[in-house]
């Protein structure tokens, strides 16, 4: 049985001088330019009650390959609902969400759910694991929903837990392994379908402080020596101490700021 969470991503069908590039797919050299996701002035509102709230209020956020994004905030802030719409989990209710230049609102539940599938990498603060299989079968879920073939999930699942340093526990249920270790499960299945793009909602939100920072080291690695793009929301100071580039939220309303580290 899966996870809430994981069955809903797998099932569930900005900056403003970059508009013009956007809308107009038709010109090769405009797509060069297109950077990995883009928010376009997205907004985005719940109802409690009677009472609207509004979680998004026109967020413009660009993500390119390669970089360690970080989207910091308190709670309430919006952050989640930001990273629930850029992994096509959700819709704004305006504005536009551009995956590699494609509107992401305009494609079909099927087409997204491939898109996911294929592109997008998650890994949540809960972890999210199925506690009755092993390490090495939370894994290989997203590569049998790929339908990959036995031989290939195997080599694929292994080289993924020996990247986050547990080939040696690929056997071990997941409850049977330490806080820090789930999470490094997480993040080796977020890399098994060889994503462009890795979203994580608060990764180190239940661990020690010397265990989160090993995490985001791995995350760092990951962006450094496998080009992939993280984008990470948290409320962890620390963890901004890893990032290419940093956003703030705060009542629904985004501001860039510069990281601190060369």
Do not use: W
Request: with cysteine; aromatic share 4%.
């Amino acid at each position: 049985m899966l996870t809430d969470c994981y069955k809903r991503l797998l099932y569930v069908g900005g900056v403003k001088r970059n508009r013009a590039v956007l809308m107009d797919q038709t010109n090769p050299a405009l797509r060069r330019e297109t950077p990995l996701v883009q928010v376009v002035e997205a907004s985005k509102s719940f109802f409690l009650g009677e009472q609207e709230v509004k979680a998004l209020k026109e967020v413009s956020i660009s993500l390119e390959s390669g970089q360690l994004v970080i989207i910091k905030g308190p709670s309430g802030s919006g952050k989640t609902t930001l990273l629930n719409i850029i992994g096509g989990l959700d819709h704004p209710d305006q504005g536009a969400v551009y995956y590699k230049g494609k509107n992401m609102k305009q494609l079909s539940d099927s087409a997204l759910t491939e898109l996911r599938r294929k592109e997008v990498g998650f890994v949540f603060q809960s972890f999210a694991l199925i506690d009755f299989l092993t390490a090495f079968e939370n894994v290989e879920i997203p590569l049998r929903m790929m339908k990959m073939k036995s031989k290939e999930r195997k080599e694929r699942a292994l080289q993924c837990l020996e990247l986050v340093g547990l080939g040696r526990r690929a056997a071990h249920r997941s409850n049977e392994l330490s806080g820090g270790e789930q999470q490094r499960v997480g993040i080796a299945r977020a890399l098994a379908n060889d994503p462009s793009l890795i979203l994580a909602d608060e990764p180190t939100g239940k661990l020690n402080q010397e265990t989160a920072r090993h995490i985001m080291e791995l995350l760092h690695r990951i962006v450094r020596e496998h080009h992939k793009s993280v984008c990470v929301v948290t409320h962890d100071p620390m963890v901004c101490e890893y990032a290419d580039v940093i956003y703030e939220m705060n009542d629904g309303e985004i501001r860039r700021e510069t990281a601190d580290h060369d």
